[in-house]
């Protein structure tokens, strides 16, 4: 099978991604709607195994924690149009561990911004998926970043903007997905603090909370906690997804924040496992930057991927096996980073 | 409280009271202009746009990473943020106003408060004079020092006028109102000639210095040296046409910058010259790269530093000096 036809794979929940409507649970379409958004994170984690690959270069880490938050944003959440990516009424998702954008560039791929085939071309020279996202190159990319902390502010200024334009009957949301690590940066916390200061309840603060920072874990490394107090104290609402790869859970929660507002800043403290769904890299700091360095590890990944959610999902095998004949070259760095740790980059 | 009082518009040549009135006109006619302050406001000239414009001007503390940060996301939603604190300052958010605003291109126009030696007394901390060796070297940044008050405003409009991230440095003291002359129009990546007496020498300026450079020249003149003085606003893009040209006429030349002597203007000049294997003897005017400026009387700064007209008269003479010896 040609592993590029992503559409036999899954297509867009919402014909018109324009407008954003609430699916609740007891509605018949709810069980497609979260089958439909699983099937998306299953295939941004493995086009996203696939992209890295082919780069020798990323973090699959953040990537693989972050895929059920992408998938729930943009097959549910965000209203946007592919076809004019700069449309004025679209929200924002902006996001700020810029590190992570393996995952974003196969969701922005496979929501429509650019071929799914291109992924192949991430971190080569020339092209326009930079190791780092780049807002002048790359389509449905809102801002260029890679150092970490900046963006949150970027937010705070996007909705600060927003509300001086006056009533805005579109009711525009700013998302901003910040790393748990990066909360260590203190440009995040003055975000935070201008955020409660102008009470900018059109702005919400997503923290993937995996655990895991590039080198260590939070927790030792230089711990956060404990979060939700120190949001709270900041004035901002926080609300805790116990388990930020339920679907589920993410769209129960954003039918609520995305459609009212109460006066304040909403965070989101998403409870994810960094490097989810492939063993190598589940809570693993070696994982955080380091891609596969041959095709049969990437392939050994795509299958435990497909072990986990594709066969349940109804994806045909074939899919993992001939997306990962499909890596045609693999720059040789160096081996497993598990042995090397000193050498990664 | 008086010194927060806003200073009447025909009474005042400080370059930053003058701005925050530019900027107050021009918001009248770009609705979109908003300014975004860290706790400065009454010291940068802020308060007098404030004064006409409250609505206009974002507060976001002492905070000048989240500064930057706040103007880049009001720029998305199509306003024309000014952000300003400090020039000295800019080394707090330099990698805000690499990543988020120049990477990005966006459309942010920064404001750089008390640059060089004017920061009243304020010490080494203050002192800003080594902020354009990085500032020059931002991809798509443009950087523009004025001279005089006609010119700041109309750095202002070019800045509202045209599209992408820009640096405006700012000085803390009384200017002229026109340094170039009757009908001077500013042009972005343009110099101008403004004094052209002949060509023994050539005075390079920036910024403040245009006026000590100007008075230089009338000293010069009476001793019979005559110098063409090229003033250069638009520091990035550099107008290198000016400069070679400037290079082809005179013997020797000087360059005069409120700031230290590496990483800005001069080295702007020997880099473009050596580029074109048009080197010259090119004499300095400026602080020392090397030195934390520490407090004092900008007067005894100016002095110790060698930044006077009269040591711009020396500094002219030594070079043809030691030129004819070498004849």
Redesign the interface.
Known sequence: MDPFKHNNLWEPYRKNRRHFKEIFSHQDDYKSLIENTERLAYLIRSYSVYSMTCAALGHPGGSFSEAELLATMYNYVLRYDPAEPSWPMRDIFYLSKCHACPGLYAALALAGYFPVKDLGRYGSWDSYLESHP???TTPGI??????L??????????????R??GPDHFDRMIYVLIGDGECNE??VW??F??AG?YQLDNLVFIIDNNKVQAKGFVNSDMSIEPLADKLAAFKITPWEVKNGHNVAELIDLFNTLHTQRRGKPNAIILNTIKGKNVADCQLNPNWHTSAPRETGMAQSWLGELWERDGRRLGIEEDFPVSLGKSIAVVPPLHTNPDEIVDKQA | MAQFTIPARDKTKEMRYQMGYALADLAKEYPDIVAVDADLRTSSGLHIFEHFFPDKLIKVGIAEQNMISVSAGLSQEGYIPFPCTFDAFSRRFLDQLYVSVAYSNLNVKVLGAYVGLFTGKAGATHQSDKELGILLRIPRLNVLEPGSNEEMRQILRCAVETPGPFYIRIVRCEVEDNEVGEGYKFLLGKGVTVVDNGYDAGIITTGFMIRTAKIAAEKLLKRGIRVRIDHHPSLKPFDKELLYDMASKVPVMVTAENHCTSGGLFSLVAENLAKEGKQKKVGTIGTDPEDFIHTGHVNDLLAHYKMTSDDIVNMVISLLDERKKLV
């Open positions: 780049d807002s002048t809102e801002i260029a970043g890679g150092s902390g900046q963006i949150p502010g970027v937010a705070v200024g996007r909705a600060l903007g927003m001086k334009r203190g440009s003055e975000a603090m201008a200061h």
